[in-house]
């Protein structure tokens, strides 16, 4: 049968009739209505979230330098600026980032304050919200389907790497993603009233704070609404107009605000979330296909490895419900129905439209991650009421039970070990940058420069190097636009004269701009990778500007270094998963190594 409500408490057990007014009847409907405890829930989500914040690697260089560098501006005075955070362009909200900042801050009040204490004190944060978001929607998942459906939804998030890169990330398709979730979960729950002015409300804060595209996934609700109310009533006609107006309304509030908060930081009337979309639909300029394009089939790729057989549940969600409904006796309503297929609407929607856009990210699809775990936990309930079929004329009927039991938990038990191999196949992996600076707090002085060449990309954030010292960038052979820095300018300018002051050398045309280095003689710290495996190929040499300098000790010593992977000379599986280094393996399996290192100039003489 297709995903029933939990047993609600007028039906009773058996039959019964109890009134719903009853104490004993509501704490009845409650407990039916989950497999396990709404606080069990948060904390299991909890518990994978801190994992993730306290382990993941930052899997963006836009999360670097598009929000912790102005998040360290605005708490420390200095930091690194991309052209979308110059007054000539506006394209990012300050709002989001004063959010963070105060959050940050806060551990700055507390004791054993110092700057990677601020920086893992905000994913921590992150980390909370995000459970709380979870749990709303694992919740109304329960109310609103079955609570096994619940159950398969928190495993399909907590055991997948893609939960284990969004949850804590700072980014504004991570924060995107739990305002869907709550949103969801208000457009879910019609227990207590149909919430559509809520969930749209909901929807609104992620586009309007965080990332305006993050709307649409709104859409097939605010569809549902209007299918019912057209085939309503004029009352009730009416009162859907009414919650669509509120919806629309508050989204007009949140904007007006926001509008206000970067006014005050811009010095001039910026509406952020307009220029977020004229840049990537209007501009004439290039737009974002400037920083690469990917094939059709990129987030296919990407949502099976970062969700592996979740993924392919999730597209298979809708067919299986609608063979369901074929060929099943079902008392499903037609307006039951139709709600799961609008559930199922959003993850479809949102992989098509963004399959179709020339430039793809990874993080585009953080706020569909929910609702990919929402239509593969119904794709495997779906697929358990057929399988567990127990008439002995169907085909389902004549296998064992424990048969059926065995090949269920071999299943789940597979999905979860390739989750788990995957997540700590990142770690050890990519996790070397967050772990390489901590000689800095014993060395150097302030106001050093730290410097990067090829691995500027890979710079988690000014948090990392204390006492004032600075991130710096030497020519490598990238050839597109690097970060600028803040104005640090103070005396006649006000608070936070960076975030409006004119810059120079930014551009939204990718366009280098050479005034972004510094000389090499002005390094005290240098940060480089090193990958052996390459320099064994026949005829290797370092390009130009990309000389190895860990093996240069002449000018430079070793301060620290760390096994990085050398993804292009390690193999695919081994890329995707954890393998160990065990002898036993061929070495056609193993993963290579390379090793990001901390570097201090020597005295040249």
């Not at 006796?329 to 020339?358: D, H």
């Not at 990309?457 to 948090?463: C, L, T």
């Given at each position: 049968?297709?995903?029933?409500?939990?047993?609600?408490?007028?039906?009773?057990?058996?039959?019964?009739?109890?009134?719903?007014?009853?104490?004993?009847?509501?704490k009845k409907?409650?407990?039916?209505?989950?497999?396990?405890?709404?606080?069990?829930?948060?904390?299991?989500?909890?518990?994978?979230?801190l994992?993730?914040?306290?382990?993941?690697?930052?899997?963006?260089?836009?999360?670097?330098?598009?929000?912790?560098?102005?998040?360290?501006?605005?708490?420390?005075?200095?930091?690194?600026?991309?052209?979308?955070y110059?007054?000539?362009?506006?394209?990012r909200?300050?709002?989001?980032?004063?959010?963070?900042?105060?959050?940050g801050?806060?551990?700055?009040?507390?004791?054993?304050?110092?700057?990677?204490?601020?920086?893992y004190?905000?994913?921590?944060?992150?980390?909370?919200?995000?459970?709380?978001c979870?749990?709303?929607?694992?919740?109304?998942?329960?109310?609103?389907?079955?609570?096994?459906?619940?159950?398969?939804?928190?495993?399909?998030?907590?055991?997948?790497?893609?939960?284990?890169?969004?949850?804590?990330?700072?980014?504004?398709?991570?924060?995107?993603?739990?305002?869907?979730?709550?949103?969801?979960?208000?457009?879910?729950?019609?227990?207590?009233?149909?919430?559509?002015?809520?969930?749209?409300?909901?929807?609104?804060?992620?586009?309007?704070?965080?990332?305006?595209?993050?709307?649409?996934?709104?859409?097939?609700?605010?569809?549902?609404?209007?299918?019912?109310?057209?085939?309503?009533?004029?009352?009730?006609?009416?009162?859907?107009?009414?919650?669509?107006?509120?919806?629309v309304?508050?989204?007009?509030?949140?904007?007006?605000?926001?509008?206000?908060?970067?006014?005050?930081?811009y010095?001039?009337?910026e509406?952020?979330?307009?220029?977020?979309?004229?840049?990537?639909?209007?501009?004439?300029?290039?737009?974002?296909?400037?920083?690469?394009?990917?094939?059709?089939?990129?987030?296919?790729?990407?949502?099976?490895?970062?969700?592996?057989?979740?993924?392919?549940?999730?597209l298979?969600?809708?067919?299986?419900?609608?063979?369901?409904?074929?060929?099943?006796?079902?008392?499903?309503?037609?307006?039951?129905?139709?709600?799961?297929?609008?559930?199922?609407g959003?993850f479809?929607?949102?992989?098509?439209?963004?399959?179709?856009?020339?430039?793809?990210?990874?993080?585009?699809?953080?706020?569909?991650?929910?609702?990919?775990?929402?239509?593969?936990?119904?794709?495997?309930?779906?697929?358990?009421?057929?399988?567990?079929?127990?008439?002995?004329?169907?085909?389902?009927?004549?296998?064992?039970?424990?048969?059926?039991?065995?090949?269920?938990?071999?299943?789940?038990?597979?999905?979860?070990?390739?989750?788990?191999?995957?997540?700590?196949?990142?770690?050890?992996?990519?996790?070397?940058?967050l772990?390489?600076?901590?000689p800095?707090?014993?060395?150097?002085?302030?106001g050093d420069?730290?410097?990067?060449g090829?691995?500027?990309?890979?710079?988690?954030?000014?948090?990392?190097?204390?006492?004032?010292?600075?991130?710096?960038?030497?020519?490598?052979?990238?050839?597109?636009?690097?970060?600028?820095?803040?104005s640090?300018?103070?005396?006649?300018?006000?608070?936070?004269?960076?975030?409006?002051?004119?810059?120079?050398g930014?551009?939204?045309?990718?366009e280098?701009?050479m005034?972004?280095?510094?000389?090499?003689?002005?390094?005290?710290?240098?940060v480089?990778?090193?990958?052996?495996?390459?320099?064994?190929?026949?005829g290797?040499?370092?390009?130009?500007?990309?000389?190895?300098?860990?093996?240069?000790?002449?000018?430079?010593?070793?301060?620290?270094?760390?096994?990085?992977?050398?993804?292009?000379?390690?193999?695919?599986l081994?890329?995707a998963?954890?393998?160990?280094?065990?002898?036993?393996?061929?070495?056609?399996?193993?993963?290579?190594?390379?090793?990001?290192c901390?570097?201090?100039?020597?005295?040249?003489k």
């Amino acid at each position: 049968m297709p995903p029933q409500p939990a047993q609600t408490a007028e039906s009773g057990e058996g039959g019964e009739f109890v009134h719903p007014s009853a104490k004993h009847a509501r704490k009845k409907a409650i407990k039916n209505a989950y497999a396990i405890e709404p606080i069990s829930a948060f904390y299991i989500f909890l518990g994978a979230n801190l994992v993730a914040a306290l382990f993941a690697p930052i899997q963006d260089c836009d999360e670097t330098f598009n929000y912790w560098e102005p998040t360290h501006y605005l708490s420390h005075g200095y930091g690194l600026q991309t052209w979308e955070y110059s007054p000539d362009y506006a394209i990012r909200s300050w709002l989001y980032v004063a959010f963070h900042a105060v959050i940050g801050n806060i551990r700055r009040l507390l004791p054993h304050s110092n700057k990677v204490a601020e920086f893992y004190f905000v994913r921590y944060a992150l980390a909370l919200v995000c459970a709380l978001c979870q749990t709303l929607m694992w919740r109304a998942t329960c109310l609103a389907l079955n609570p096994r459906v619940g159950l398969f939804f928190i495993m399909a998030l907590v055991f997948s790497p893609g939960n284990f890169h969004a949850s804590a990330a700072y980014l504004p398709s991570s924060f995107a993603m739990y305002t869907a979730m709550l949103g969801a979960a208000a457009f879910m729950n019609w227990r207590g009233g149909i919430k559509t002015s809520q969930g749209m409300a909901w929807f609104a804060v992620g586009g309007v704070f965080g990332w305006p595209f993050a709307i649409a996934l709104c859409a097939p609700f605010v569809f549902e609404e209007a299918f019912f109310a057209l085939f309503s009533d004029k009352e009730r006609f009416f009162e859907a107009a009414i919650r669509v107006f509120r919806g629309v309304a508050a989204t007009f509030v949140l904007v007006f605000f926001d509008v206000v908060v970067n006014t005050f930081f811009y010095r001039k009337v910026e509406a952020v979330s307009w220029n977020i979309i004229k840049y990537n639909i209007f501009s004439n300029t290039g737009g974002p296909e400037l920083y690469g394009t990917e094939p059709w089939d990129f987030y296919f790729k990407n949502l099976a490895l970062n969700f592996n057989a979740w993924f392919i549940l999730a597209l298979l969600s809708l067919p299986l419900f609608l063979l369901q409904k074929l060929f099943t006796k079902s008392t499903e309503t037609f307006q039951s129905g139709l709600r799961t297929v609008v559930f199922l609407g959003p993850f479809y929607m949102w992989l098509a439209i963004f399959s179709l856009q020339p430039h793809k990210e990874e993080r585009f699809m953080y706020p569909a991650y929910p609702f990919l775990a929402l239509n593969a936990a119904l794709a495997i309930h779906t697929t358990l009421t057929i399988f567990g079929n127990s008439d002995p004329k169907s085909l389902a009927g004549k296998i064992p039970a424990k048969l059926k039991l065995l090949v269920v938990s071999l299943a789940l038990i597979l999905f979860v070990d390739l989750g788990l191999a995957r997540i700590w196949g990142i770690y050890s992996a990519y996790s070397a940058p967050l772990s390489l600076y901590t000689p800095l707090n014993d060395m150097g002085a302030r106001g050093d420069s730290v410097c990067f060449g090829k691995e500027w990309y890979r710079f988690p954030s000014s948090y990392f190097l204390p006492r004032d010292m600075h991130a710096k960038f030497i020519r490598s052979e990238f050839r597109g636009l690097l970060p600028g820095e803040f104005s640090e300018a103070r005396t006649g300018f006000g608070f936070f004269s960076g975030t409006w002051l004119p810059t120079n050398g930014l551009n939204d045309r990718n366009e280098e701009d050479m005034g972004k280095y510094v000389d090499l003689q002005a390094c005290v710290f240098l940060v480089d990778t090193q990958y052996p495996e390459q320099q064994k190929q026949p005829g290797w040499a370092p390009p130009p500007n990309e000389p190895d300098y860990v093996a240069d000790t002449k000018h430079w010593e070793e301060v620290k270094c760390v096994p990085f992977l050398d993804a292009a000379n390690t193999p695919f599986l081994a890329r995707a998963l954890w393998v160990p280094d065990w002898r036993i393996i061929p070495d056609r399996f193993k993963r290579r190594w390379g090793r990001h290192c901390l570097l201090k100039q020597k005295q040249r003489k």
